[in-house]
């Protein structure tokens, strides 16, 4: 069975950073890119970029570069995003999703809602 | 980038049929692969997919969730409309990058 965990909620001043991470199970990591999206609170969907679970190999939506940086550990199949220079408009619930060759998104991970707050 | 656009709301009776639309503003085909999907929301929940490539149900999808269309016109149908099928639905294309998403269309009973 395809499982991606994400880890817990999490809230951060503004100007820092964060990082989180999706642990996968049930398939074969470095044959999929993983996915990051970010949905706002009553908003729809949006793609962050993705990255290649067999060599890193990334891409970007070019409204978060910068912004947001993908890295992946083959050894855990676990991928990561950090989220850098945190402001109000970066709260929201972050997806990873496992991409199929053809870019839509099969199994996705529970969710996690970042808070930026004083 | 390609806009998708979904009507805000939909409203129909249970066991009635729900057509729920996503126009792109370009052409999402590609030899013959129409790069259109469908996502079913509920709140607090993830997304789940529901049809992708335009037509092919997803695993452990049920039959009465199906996808039509091609170019920049495509449709989701749910027929017969059940309780559970309340939700938001969403459309995304993978033609070009960035992937992009409908704003979605909220599925309300009558």
């Known amino acids: 069975e395809v499982q991606l965990q994400q880890s817990g909620a999490e809230l951060v001043k503004p100007g820092a950073s964060v990082k989180l991470s999706c642990k996968t199970s049930g398939y074969t990591f470095s044959n999929y890119y993983m996915s990051w999206l970010k949905q706002m609170p009553g908003q729809n969907v949006e793609w962050i970029g993705n990255?290649?679970?067999?060599?890193?190999?990334?891409g970007y939506n070019q409204k978060f570069k910068g912004k947001a940086t993908l890295t992946v550990d083959k050894s855990s199949s676990t991928a990561y995003m950090d989220l850098s220079s945190l402001t109000s408009e970066d709260s929201a619930v972050y997806f990873c999703a496992r991409t199929d060759s053809n870019y839509y998104f099969d199994y996705w991970g529970q969710g996690v809602m970042v808070t930026v707050s004083s | 980038d390609i806009v998708l656009t979904q009507s805000p709301a939909l409203a129909v009776s249970l066991e009635q049929r729900a057509t729920i639309s996503c126009k792109t503003s370009?052409?999402?085909?590609?030899?013959?692969?129409?790069?259109m999907h469908w996502y079913q929301q509920k709140p607090g929940q993830q997304p789940k997919l529901l049809i992708y490539e335009g037509s092919i149900l997803a695993s452990g999808i049920p039959a009465r969730f199906s996808g039509s269309g091609s170019g920049t016109d495509f449709t989701l149908t749910i027929d017969p409309v059940e309780a559970d099928d309340i939700a938001t639905y969403y459309c995304q294309q993978s033609k070009d990058y960035p992937l992009t998403f409908g704003s979605g269309t909220k599925l309300e009973i009558k």
């Open positions: 370009q052409n999402v085909d590609n030899f013959g692969i129409s790069y």
């Open positions: 990255i290649y679970g067999g060599n890193g190999g990334t």
